[in-house]
């Protein structure tokens, strides 16, 4: 049982959206909130008790002009609540009965021809089902564009779609996050895999893109982050190269699509699920 104690802050959006939530999360990247969970009309985010600063976490939400108003408070979370928290919100995800993706403490499932298990610990669970779900059928559909190529998780998390790109078969796979805990935890579940031969996982930003060129670029992030960092994806891919990007919402493939095509990028399906959006490019024409 994890002994660490946590403090549960519970920010109060108005208007709430998934949108907006989603905006206010990436804004708080670099306090050092471990997880976040969404609960109309709140954002709740998780942090060691030692690390947590009510003032700093004031001070921030006032200078931000988010075009919303948030309030918050927060709550000593026991430490015998956070296995079962976490139990209670991690299923498991089985992609089109050829991939299932689950956590270290579920037992008994019936294998599938990729198996990812996850260790979530305190920091991480599997965000968004729908674009994890996504992003994997994505990956599984491409699979020759996958083998024996070399793959770029951009916002890796746990490290879910590395793991999946490696065990498909990929030369080599690399994830990046811009959560020091969630790079760490990434290698952690690529060990835990069997597959940390195959991939590298680093701390940073879009900018690290830099150390090389990808035949596939993933990005599983959100609306605000992609459009910013769509161009430097395309930069980074090889001739031909696939890009699959999700986190946004149906009605932002447009735009999405529009900063792509800008970037010298080729679209080529999209995918949704419950108004969450997947889409797909092609480096050069």
């Known amino acids: 049982m994890n002994s660490q104690e946590y403090i549960e802050v519970s920010m109060k959006i108005s208007p709430f959206s998934e949108e907006n939530a989603e905006i206010l999360m990436a804004e708080l990247d670099e306090l050092p909130f471990e997880s976040f969970t969404t609960e109309e009309p709140y954002l709740k985010g998780y942090v060691p008790k030692e690390n947590y600063n009510a003032q700093m976490l004031k001070l921030v939400l006032s200078g931000l002009d988010l075009g919303f108003y948030t309030d918050f408070t927060a709550t000593l979370i026991p430490p015998c609540n956070w296995n079962a928290l976490w139990e209670e919100q991690f299923t498991p995800i089985v992609v089109d009965g050829k991939c299932t993706i689950k956590a270290t403490f579920h037992k008994g499932l019936r294998r599938t021809r990729f198996n990812i298990t996850i260790d979530p610990k305190m920091a991480f669970g599997t965000g968004h089902h729908q674009t994890t779900y996504m992003m994997c059928r994505a990956l599984l559909e491409n699979e020759e564009r996958i083998r024996g190529k070399v793959v770029m998780d951009m916002g890796c998390g746990t490290a879910i779609l590395a793991i999946l790109a490696a065990k498909m078969g990929a030369a080599h796979t690399y994830g990046i996050d811009i959560d020091a805990v969630a790079a760490v935890s ?46 430097t994806y395309a930069r980074s891919l090889k001739k031909g190269g696939l890009l699959i990007v999700s986190g946004f919402y149906t009605e932002d493939l447009p735009m999405i699509s529009g900063v792509a095509s800008v970037a010298g990028l080729t679209f080529l399906k999209s995918d949704s699920s419950d108004n969450w959006c997947c889409a797909q490019f092609r480096q050069g024409d």
Not at 207 to 213: A, D, I, P, R, Y
Not at 218 to 224: D, F, K, T, V, Y
């Open 186 to 231: 990434a290698f952690d579940n690529a060990r835990l895999n069997k597959v940390s031969r195959h991939v590298e996982t680093y701390c940073g930003d879009a900018s690290l893109l830099q150390m090389g060129k990808y035949d596939v670029l993933l990005a599983n992030i959100n609306r605000n982050i992609l459009l910013e960092d769509i161009p």
